[in-house]
């Protein structure tokens, strides 16, 4: 492994989404979780960048960093925000939690430490929009069908779960 | 022959006749089963004079394939499952005969019937099984409607229990017999008994897997024909009514593991171990049984008692070789002691108790009952000229020539005991005083005493179709064309047959002194018989002797065992049912409710499995 | 790509699909207009009506010989007809019983809805089982999961119901955590997502930290995956999901979502694992990579079979008892899956079919039972041979296909699978034991429901409960699980002679 400035941002930016993710997890305040959430983010739209996929990159900040987190601000504020989460969970719930995160983390790392992949795909960032849209639309039209369809399901089920349903509105109408 | 097929369906369609309509017929549904059970007795019979003429019969269709393996489904008539059939629909029409009378009153009636038909219809399917899989699939229904039968009476608690017991003790002896059965399906490469038959002859099976599935298969005998140790369920089942108890607690299902064990007699005879087993435990449970029977006072638990020896009685036939003395006794079993459980089921209609000690005295007030319960009696002690007698004394030829002392005497003693205590129900519940009061004794109806003097004039003919006096036909018949199963008869010395005879006219004679002579002077018994009075009377140290050593010894060995059973086999059973139940009430407080621990056992699963293929796949450098 | 190229394809073979698509469509489109006081209840008929038309236009299929559109991203193979068949026919007794769905509260509002995300889940499925792709397998994963969750949820009135939908979506979410990152690695490794490449191109992987990277894959898809079959050991989510859940949903969980999972994990078990690193010399003791795994998924197999049998014996609730008893017969499956015997594919049809009819039939009579009273404890069964002697009759041929006894679809099932396990080369003895044992302990929690129906005297106060009216579309699936348990128990010929005429033993798999 040689010392690059590639690496040198990857480092940090995976740092910055494990910061945040952690944080996420242990700060007591919604609003400050989803500040760290925003973090992780945005470090995950930088590791995107490095790895030639911008057009993810850019959908990440878009959908991530900017819609959810605003609806997630609008539910904070509509709702009562000032809860704090209250940690539960025995001891030995945690230990064998993290003896799990470490027994996984030490075996993929075994596994993609040293890796290499021979063949690299150089073409990867040329029009990478475009050929995104390509595959999309004429190789996995079907999928991309189909995901229009959960989206369906998706929007409905937020409705039904959403909707304040009084038996007097609903006569209202 | 070519439709022998036929002869199950008669009471399947009686079965789904009454469940159809049996509400509206309410106690004419009795004459349905009858006149079903008839037409399957009629064919029966046919098909029974139609095999003394003509070869085995065997008819089967594919029925199910998995890969390449063929499964089939037929039927098929030989020696064994001729008689059987006969058996098996006889006592099963004369049972819905009695019950006509016997159930009578009772708002399920027409729901009892419809369980009789299921359960006949399964013992016959059992019957002409020409393979493994066909037999274990009627055994489960038989168990299945043995299980509704035995908890008929609902309501009760005791019966639900029992019903509950027998099921759950069954299965576990079914488990044996479904391993068994696999295995040698898995050696074999088939279910048909023919080909598991060739293939033990060609030696292309170990002997150490035929012991083995010998053995497995055996287990599922014991559970269902109640050896020891999975026999406690059958006393229990005598919470169903008493035909029921007749049909299938005496006559019919517990005998089919002693069917199951002769039809696969030719797997056992290769196994020396395997028989040897079966001739242990069945020897063992003969005596044990019998010892336990001493003392009870409910005249059906004595029977139940006593059909779990005489089972055991069998399969020491059985393993000591003796086919043909094995399967002969379960005929002759099979009428005396549905005869015997017919009989006991008209006293309890009479008093309405099952109490022995509360009897008394019925003589003379059941005047048909009686003498019938008393033929019962005699043959299931095996006095001379009954039918017992002889497939007693078979038996005990066939244990003393298979060279096993030990056996022999055991079952000797057994015989003894039985006609003791055998006697002993009789005289209590026949002779001397009504212990209770007792209104409105009186002589069951017609319709069921006919099925009981059918039954009583076989108990005492049985017994001819197979002697050494008269010829051995059943026998020569049995073996007929097939070497394995040893001969029709075997020549044992004549000593035994004294010996057989001297002992159970002993028990017979110390349950009089006991039991019937008590109460001599008062009854009309002493003034009868006044010489064999005086004479006993005579004696009486001796029966002072009698009672202090033999009795109180044995009856001290019955308490012992009965309380081995009650907390030893009871407990074994119930320490594997407790440690069951500890592992669920753990799986469900791991349950918690809290999604977060859902995900973490996941989690932790997929990280324990991930690190165990990390050290096992090496990949730790 | 041009129009030309895109008609050219055989946009027929999807018809199933379409047509699903379009009665959803439809639905949820005429359920924004039509008038409020409109009983939604026509809704259910007309998917119902729609599923049968998917199904007869996939019988229509069954002989076309295997169909590729666009790159394997749809495929209708045997294997997918197959089991595409199992689901429509899942689905349809499920819409049954949701038409006799009455509880308490918090339905009426979302009847339609109810309907419409019931074929939505159908949809995610029947892709799930007609894809050689992943992406599109994932997309018909997801599709199912979602309209899954909501539909736990819909009784919005109902805590239960709502507690039910959370841990739903939670666990859910964490499962397709799991899968998709397993995915990904499999996709790096092979640099497609179509299954047909992967299989050509894994054999060819010689190094042997590719290998090992693999195996996690292989891991994390199938614990992921394990969410969907509920076997060990994501299991947990089933009890309290089924219980909150309304009754046909928990049989739609039960019947149409654990045979998708199923398929969609053989699916990529076979074509992606199945064939990597045959007869590879360059790396020690990988003959074939599925052959090491095996004991894994024994070990999950029999986990499963534990777990869901003995913990069923300490339920008091219903819903919880079939829950357990769901997992447990997910365990049976994995032995099939475990054995990979030859006729592996036969044993998992088949067994899901006979699950299918059995469970949806208990379903529908335990539907019947609590949707009155909202009372789930077992004790509702007590004395129901009196109150409803046909019901009860029913009832009892479902749990007795279910613990296995003999003459029964559920018998010829485990029967297929034991003597699978037992006739693969290496036999799986000690897999075969536990399966016989747990099956043991299962008849102690089956039968315990026998005798609540039969020998339990009914509770004296039942005022309306008293006469149990069954609905038709209820008697219709009632009447259709009864006989196909039945027949299938005594003549399962009739359903392998089909499999094997028609499918050919999934011949056509791996083209």
Redesign the interface.
């Known amino acids: 492994m040689t010392f690059s400035g590639e690496l040198l941002a990857f480092l940090c930016l995976a740092l910055v989404a494990v910061i945040g993710g952690v944080l996420l997890l242990n700060l007591t305040k919604v609003v400050h979780m989803v500040v760290a959430l925003v973090f992780t983010f945005i470090s995950l739209a930088g590791i995107y960048v490095l790895l030639s996929a911008e057009f993810v990159a850019v959908v990440q900040v878009l959908i991530y960093s900017g819609a959810i987190t605003i609806i997630m601000l609008f539910g904070i504020m509509l709702t009562r925000h000032n809860d704090t989460s209250e940690p539960k969970g025995g001891a030995l719930k945690k230990i064998f939690l993290f003896l799990g995160v470490l027994g996984f983390g030490v075996a993929v790392y075994i596994g993609i430490y040293n890796l290499d992949f021979n063949p690299q795909a150089t073409t990867l960032h040329e029009n990478n929009t475009e050929q995104i849209g390509m595959a999309l639309y004429s190789k996995y039209i079907i999928p991309f069908e189909l995901t229009s369809v959960l989206l369906l399901v998706a929007l409905i089920g937020a409705i039904i779960l959403a909707k304040n349903d009084n038996k007097k509105e609903a006569d209202k109408e | 022959m070519e439709n022998a097929w036929i002869i199950p369906l008669f009471p399947l369609i009686s079965f789904l006749f009454l469940l159809l309509f049996g509400r509206r017929l309410k106690e004419n549904s009795g004459y349905v089963g009858m006149a079903l059970t008839f037409l399957s007795l009629i064919y029966s019979l046919v098909v029974l004079f139609d095999r003394f003429n003509h070869p085995t019969y065997k008819a089967e269709a594919t029925w199910l394939a998995i890969g390449d393996v063929q499964l089939t489904a037929g039927f098929e008539v030989n020696q064994l499952n001729a008689l059987m059939l006969v058996i098996v629909s006889l006592v099963s029409f004369l049972v819905h005969t009695y019950s006509k009378g016997y159930m009578h009153g009772d708002d399920r009636f027409h729901i009892f019937y419809a369980y009789l038909g299921l359960f006949t219809f399964a013992m016959l399917g059992l019957v002409v099984s020409p393979n493994l899989l066909q037999t274990y699939i009627f055994w489960e229904l038989v168990g299945v409607g043995s299980f509704l039968l035995i908890g008929f009476y609902f309501y009760k608690e005791e019966a639900k229990a029992a019903a509950k017991k027998a099921f759950i003790m069954t299965r576990i002896g079914d488990v044996g017999l479904l391993i068994g059965m696999i295995l040698l399906f898995w050696q074999v490469g088939s279910f048909e008994y023919d080909a598991i038959f060739l293939a033990v002859e060609e030696g292309a099976i170990s002997a150490g897997i035929i012991t083995l599935t010998a053995i497995l298969i055996f287990i599922g005998a014991v559970g269902k024909s109640g050896q020891f140790p999975l026999h406690t369920w059958l006393p229990d089942a005598m919470e169903g009514p008493t035909p029921v108890s007749a049909l299938i607690h005496a006559a019919t299902m517990v005998a089919a593991g002693v069917y199951l064990v002769a039809a696969l007699f030719p797997l056992f005879t290769a196994s020396e171990t395997a028989l040897m087993t079966v001739a242990v435990i069945g020897a063992f449970t003969a005596i044990f049984a019998a010892s336990i029977g001493l003392v009870q006072t409910d005249i059906k638990r004595v029977l139940a008692y006593s059909t779990v020896s005489q089972l055991g009685y069998m399969m020491l036939a059985l393993g000591s070789a003796g086919y043909v003395a094995g399967v002969f006794h379960l005929m002759t079993h099979a009428f005396f002691k549905a005869l015997l459980f017919l009989a006991a089921g008209s006293v309890i209609h009479a008093v309405h108790t099952q109490n022995i000690e509360e009897m008394g005295g019925l003589w003379k007030k059941l005047r048909l009952t009686g003498p019938l319960f008393l033929i019962g009696t005699l043959a299931i002690s095996g006095v001379p000229l009954f039918s017992g007698f002889f497939s007693k004394d078979e038996i005990l030829i066939a244990a003393w020539t298979n060279g096993n002392p030990v056996l022999f005497w055991l079952a000797v003693i057994a015989a003894f005991f039985t006609a003791f205590y055998m006697f002993r129900l009789f005289f209590m519940v026949f002779t001397g005083q009504s212990r209770s009061e007792m209104k409105n004794v009186h002589e069951s109806p017609k319709v069921m005493t006919v099925p009981m003097i059918v039954l009583g004039v076989l108990a005492v003919v049985a017994g001819y179709f197979n002697t050494p006096w008269f010829g051995t036909f059943l026998g020569d018949w049995l073996v007929e064309g097939n070497e394995a199963l040893g001969h029709g008869h075997t020549e044992g010395p004549a000593w035994i047959m004294i010996v057989a005879t001297l002992v159970s006219l002993l028990g017979i004679f110390l349950a009089w002194l006991m039991y019937g002579k008590k109460s001599l002077q008062r009854d009309w018994l002493s003034s009868r018989m006044p010489i064999t009075y005086n004479m006993l009377y005579n004696k009486y140290y001796l029966d002072e002797f009698y009672a202090l050593s033999v009795v109180k010894t044995t009856k001290g060995l019955s308490v012992l065992l009965s309380y081995i059973e009650a907390f030893v086999v009871e407990g074994i059973v119930k320490g594997v049912a407790g440690i069951v139940h500890g592992l669920g009430k753990t799986g469900s407080k791991i349950q918690s409710g809290q999604v977060q621990a859902y995900g973490t056992v996941a989690f932790v699963g997929l990280a324990v499995l991930v690190v165990v293929y990390v050290l096992a796949g090496g990949y730790l450098k | ?1 041009d129009l030309d190229t895109l008609l050219s394809f055989e946009w027929g073979a999807m018809a199933p699909e379409f047509i699903i ?1 379009g009665v ?1 469509t439809i639905l ?1 489109i005429v359920d924004l207009f039509a008038p ?1 006081h409109l009983d939604r209840k026509i809704f259910g008929w007309i998917g119902f009506a729609g599923i049968l038309l998917a199904l007869a236009s996939l019988i229509n299929l069954v002989g076309l010989g295997p169909v590729s ?3 394997d ?2 495929r209708l193979d045997g294997f997918a007809k197959a089991f595409k068949i199992l689901l429509l026919i899942g689905a349809a007794l499920v819409m049954l019983l949701a038409l006799s769905y009455k509880p308490k509260e918090g339905m009426e ?2 009847k339609g ?1 109810f309907y ?2 019931l074929l ?1 889940g159908l ?2 499925a029947m ?1 799930m089982a007609s ?1 050689g ?1 992943l ?2 397998l ?3 994963l ?2 199912l999961s ?2 899954s ?2 539909l736990a ?2 009784r ?1 009135k109902h805590l239960p119901s709502n507690e039910s939908a ?2 739903y979506v ?2 859910g979410g ?2 397709t955590a ?1 899968t998709l990152f397993g995915m990904s690695y499999v996709y ?1 490794l092979t640099g497609t997502t179509n299954l047909i490449e992967m299989t050509n191109v894994l054999p060819n992987l010689a190094n042997a ?1 590719y290998i ?2 693999l ?2 894959a292989f ?2 898809i199938f ?1 992921g995956l ?2 969907k079959l509920a076997t ?3 299991h ?2 089933a ?2 999901v089924y219980q909150g859940a309304p009754t046909p949903v928990t049989a739609f969980l039960s019947v149409v979502s654990k045979t998708a999972g199923f398929v969609i994990l053989i699916r990529i078990l076979l074509t992606v694992f199945g064939n990597a690193f045959a007869g590879n010399s360059g790396v020690a003791a990988m003959t074939n990579f599925l052959v090491g795994m095996q004991d ?1 998924i024994a070990f999950l197999a029999a986990a499963t079979m ?2 869901g049998n ?6 008091r609730n219903i819903k919880r008892v079939f829950a357990y008893s769901s997992i447990a017969h997910a365990g049976y499956l994995l032995v099939a899956v475990t054995a990979m ?3 592996m594919f ?2 998992l049809w088949f067994y899901l079919g006979a699950y299918l009819f059995m469970n949806v039939g208990a379903f529908a009579v335990i539907q019947l039972l609590t949707q009155h009273t909202d009372n789930e404890d077992i004790g509702v069964f007590a004395g129901l041979y009196k109150r409803a002697p046909w019901l009860a ?1 029913a009832m009892g041929v479902f749990i ?1 296909s279910l613990a296995g ?3 029964t679809a559920g ?2 099932g485990k ?2 699978i ?3 396990a ?2 693969s080369e290496p ?1 799986h003895y000690v897999l ?2 536990v399966m ?2 747990t099956t ?2 299962s ?2 929690y089956y ?1 315990g429901v026998l ?1 609540q129906m ?4 009914a509770a004296e106060d039942e005022g309306e409960g008293g006469k149990i009216r069954v609905p038709v579309g209820l008697s219709i699936a009632l009447v259709i699980c009864v006989v196909a348990t039945i027949v299938f128990g005594l ?3 009739i359903a ?2 089909f499999f ?1 005429t028609n499918f050919e033993g999934f011949a056509d798999f791996l083209q």
Do not use: C
Request: without cysteine; glycine residues 6%.
């Open positions: 790509m698509l959803a949820s409020k559109i666009l790159y991203t749809f509002e979302y809805e419409y995300l939505a949809l995610g892709m894809s792709d992406i599109t994932f997309v018909g997801e599709l979602l309209s969750y909501i949820g819909i919005k959370m841990k939670v666990n964490i499962a799991f790096g930290q090992y990277i195996g996690i891991f994390m614990v394990s969410f060990a050991p994501f947990m989510w009890p309290d894994y534990i777990i003995v913990v069923a014996l300490r339920q015997s030859s006729f036969d044993a009759v007795l006894i003999p003459g018998f010829i029967l297929n034991f003597i699978g037992l006739a036999a075969a034991s016989i044992a043991v302990i008849y102690f039968f005798t039969f020998f339990r005297p003549f399962p010929n392998l002679d094997h």
